[in-house]
């Protein structure tokens, strides 16, 4: 079993910066990737960021590109979304998630490619 508890959200004004984090346990977290997702009222959950198992690729939802960072230390079993320049739009439930299979770095896009997920952080960015 592996569970992933997120932290770091918060309330900021657009421009600033909030930093995410990732908790997992389990000894098997570094043979996957890991994805981070959010989820805005009424809206689908949609993807922002995923990293590869080893932290040598990343890949990023146009809308975030150049302002958000995706990390990783797999010694301390955490990954971490960096988010600058924050903007109204960005306000959503924040999901981290570990994906289904290891070694893998296809389609991140797609929530079917994820197992387990986090209980998501808010995170709210006024005008």
């Known amino acids: 079993q592996v569970q992933l508890v997120e932290s770091g959200g918060g309330s900021v004004q657009a421009g600033g910066s909030l930093r995410l984090s990732c908790a997992a346990s389990?000894?098997?977290?570094?043979?996957?990737?890991v994805g981070w997702f959010r989820q805005a009222p009424g809206k689908e959950r949609e993807f922002v960021a995923g990293i590869g198992w080893n932290g040598g690729s990343s890949w990023y939802a146009d809308s975030v590109k150049g302002r958000f960072t995706i990390s990783r230390d797999n010694a301390k079993n955490t990954v971490i979304l960096q988010m600058n320049t924050l903007k109204p739009e960005d306000t959503a439930v924040y999901y981290c998630a570990r994906r289904r299979v290891p070694y893998t770095s296809s389609r991140w896009f797609s929530r079917g490619e994820y197992d387990y997920w986090g209980q998501g952080t808010q995170v709210t960015v006024s005008s």
């Open positions: 389990g000894r098997t977290f570094s043979n996957y990737g």
